[in-house]
């Protein structure tokens, strides 16, 4: 099969969280100690339940969060916890996936809530026996969109002739809350951010294995000129410090209609031919924005939705639980996976289950 015609196809997909849930009201008032100048005007308290999230998995109790931590024993956690976390979910997708540890030829981790060197997927090699000659793709610093740009690399991958190709995505954007910080940034950040983590095995058509999932048809990215002021990390003394624009809804609102459009066209697929949409729930203003921007049907992003009551924001994994969910649901047809990151950029995914 000529790698023109190559159609990569996903096999496997598992996400997970840290073990300490917490309910979003556990959380508001919580906030009442990390900020306490923010909590005395209690509109502003406001932005937990307008988050429109029930609950969200953290990598520490609660408790850990209203002490002040420094980065570095934040970045000691994040490496603990993140590689606990990309260990069960990683061994997890392979035994779905019916694919050996030894037969993994390449392997992406995604995250931008932390940083190891030597890079996440180095140890995961060796914590799951998979080939110590596999091909490594770290990916950092791609925020929300990681999650589509990471199922877009691995695509590529398998297209260049890697057969069975592991990803990884994990984020434990808890850690990256500052306490005392009364920035409207980091207090909205508090109020929306979360951890979790997903694993998905992508493989040649050709490959034996379980039914595919869906198969992976192409990407498209865009990275908007002069905009790395709308979201980011400000590397602080006391961790990352977030950075987001207010302006984000309206910027999608503005662009997306004619970027999605642009995304499909490169590869010969038109709007009408689109019946689900998997969107990176980044807030319930952004999912507003989206629906806005695309006309969409009440319910279009319904599964979004379901992550973001359920999980809270998780950076680059989000958009694959939301494709998890769009998966239960039973989706047939043409589908476009899309998510925004820091750069300011936008990633998209063509997917046909």
Sequence with gaps: MSSAALMPVLRSLVTGTPPHRVA???????????FPRMAARPHLLDVFSNAQIKSRALARPLEWY?????????NAVFIEEARALIARLGAEALAHAEVLPAEIDAVIVVNT????TPSLDAWLIGSLGLDRHAARLPIWGLGCAGGAAGLARAADLVRAGFQRVLYVAVELCSLTMVKGDESKSNFVGTALFSDGGAALVVTSPDVPGPPPLLSLCGAYS???????????????????????????????????????????????????E????????????????????????????????????DHGNMSSATVLFVLQEALKSGVRGKALMSAMGPGFS???????F
């Design 274 to 309: 689109i019946g689900t949409f998997i969107v990176h729930p980044g807030g319930v203003k952004v999912l507003g924005a989206y629906e806005e921007a695309l006309s969409l049907p009440e319910g279009a992003l319904d599964s979004s939705r379901t992550v973001l009551r």
């Design 24 to 34: 979003q009201s556990e959380i508001r008032e919580a906030a009442r100690t990390l």
């Design 222 to 272: 865009t990275l908007i000129e002069n905009s790395e002021d709308i979201m980011g990390w400000d590397v602080v003394d006391d961790g990352l410090k977030v950075r987001f624009s207010r302006d984000i809804p309206a910027l999608v609102r503005g662009m997306m209609c004619g970027n999605v459009s642009e995304a499909l066209a490169a590869h010969g697929w038109t709007r009408e």
């Design 66 to 74: 209203l002490q002040p931590r420094g980065f570095g024993e934040k």
């Design 113 to 116: 809530s932390g940083l190891s």
């Design 346 to 352: 936008a990633e998209h995914v063509l997917l046909k």
